[in-house]
Nanobody, 123 residues
Framework: QVHLMESGGGSVPAGGSLRISCAAS????????MAWFRQAPGKEREAVAS????????YYTDSVKGRFTISRDIDENALYLQMNGLKPEDTAMYYC????????????????WGQGTQVTVSS
């Protein structure tokens, strides 16, 4: 059974950095893509970044380009998001997702989802 577990969230001041992680288990061959999504209170969930798990190609939403870096560890089946230059508008619950079934890597069509980790950025 597939399981995704996020960790590493917390509270930081604006301009600070945080690294969140996602441990994936239950995959026989590994997911095709993994991604980070976020959802702020009262807002829709949005994709932040995605990575082709074995090929390594990365994709970012415009608002985080140059500040966030998505990476993965194939041997550990782990996903990471390094967040630098954090802004109050980055405050949200961050979710790990895996196994894309749609055609848009930054779309919502992923089979597997974690429970989320909270990131709070104070001004």
């Amino acid at each position: 059974q597939v399981h995704l577990m996020e960790s590493g969230g917390g509270s930081v001041p604006a301009g600070g950095s945080l690294r969140i992680s996602c441990a994936a288990s239950g995959y026989t061959f590994g997911p095709n893509y993994m991604a980070w999504f976020r959802q702020a209170p009262g807002k829709e969930r949005e994709a932040v970044a995605s990575i082709e798990f074995f090929g390594g190609a990365t994709y970012y939403t415009d608002s985080v380009k140059g500040r966030f870096t998505i990476s993965r560890d194939i041997d550990e089946n782990a996903l990471y998001l390094q967040m630098n230059g954090l802004k109050p508008e980055d405050t949200a619950m961050y979710y790990c997702a895996a196994n894309l079934y749609g055609t848009w890597v930054l779309g919502p069509e992923y089979y597997d989802w974690g429970q989320g980790t909270q990131v709070t950025v104070s001004s």
